[in-house]
């Protein structure tokens, strides 16, 4: 990725959030405001698919990442996992064979096309730039490499921000975000000794259980840590 580009970004992030606050929010409206695309958000993930939104730019951006995480499918869950850009200029045409459950509510959102582009040091996942359109449409090559210039640039923004003094007044470290998600990662492990399974299976079966009853994976994890709702083993593991 040509560089100068990347400081260029970088230079315009810093001279928004000269103390360092608020710089994932900047960059991913800049990066709105460079390309032809509707929204932007950019989250973090693990092996075991995404742990947490840092920063949106609308309501649409932040349903496009709580359908992934609520689901653990979609664009952004493959980029990450092959470390390639995933590309979707027509969701409704391409999509449903893909991740049938995160189109039906990626349409229902009104996302009509999605880029997701992984955030990556190596082979150690940071996390993914996810870019939206309201209308179908591909990038051209320009757009593209300018999309590509604005994953490194959120990379390098992410690895600063995780290695800010942890003396600081108010953090920024991206892990921070965790935070939002504590009730389904408090969740899941109370799923997974009730119902006997490992943690990632334990997910699964929250994931499974919301989009069955329609509900957000946030308030059913509510209600597994409120022992309204209970995961039993299965007969055979008793």
Known sequence: MAPDRVTGILAAVEAECPDGHGRPEAL?????????????????????GPAGTVAVTDGSAGELEE??????????VDA?????????????????ARWPAFVEGALAAGLRAVFAFPLRVGAIRVGVLDLYRDT???????QLAEALAFADAATIVLLRLSSRS??????SDPLDVLDDRAEVHQATGVV???????????????RARAYAEQRPIRELARDVLDGVVRFEAAEDDR
């Open 28 to 48: 991913i409206a800049l990066c709105a405001r460079s390309l032809p695309v509707t929204g932007a958000g950019m989250a973090l993930m693990t092996a075991d």
């Open 67 to 76: 359908l992934q995480f609520s689901l653990g499918e979609g664009p952004c």
């Open 80 to 96: 990450s996992r092959t470390g390639r850009p995933v590309l979707q200029p027509d969701v409704a045409r391409t999509g449903p």
């Open 136 to 142: 179908v449409g591909v990038l051209t090559a320009e």
């Open 166 to 171: 942890a003396g600081a007044a108010v953090s």
């Open 192 to 206: 997974s000794v009730h119902a006997r399974t490992t943690l990632a299976e334990a997910l699964m079966l929250l």
